[in-house]
């Protein structure tokens, strides 16, 4: 279990619930309902942080709630 913040909304364009983790560039998924967009974003974020591993990214790490302006 990943500790990075998730953002989870309503997109009436995807017609669908997507997740994004803001600390993992361009890391979203999507869901039917709001459970299977969080279950999907853990897979997609285990899979960003292996290829991270694999091209030898830079791995930041959680920084918990993000402060917006």
């Known amino acids: 279990m990943y500790k990075y ?5 309503w997109s009436d364009e995807d017609d669908a619930f997507i997740a994004e ?3 993992l560039a361009s890391c ?3 869901g039917k309902t709001q ?3 969080l279950a999907n974003i853990e897979i997609v ?3 960003w942080i292996e290829t991270a591993k ?3 990214r830079a791995i ?3 920084r918990g709630r993000l ?3």
């Open 5 to 9: 913040e998730i953002i989870l909304y």
């Open 21 to 23: 983790v803001p600390e």
């Open 28 to 30: 979203m998924a999507d």
């Open 35 to 37: 459970m299977e967009a």
């Open 45 to 47: 974020m285990q899979e």
């Open 54 to 56: 694999e091209i030898g």
């Open 60 to 62: 930041p790490q959680p």
């Open 67 to 69: 402060k917006y302006a």
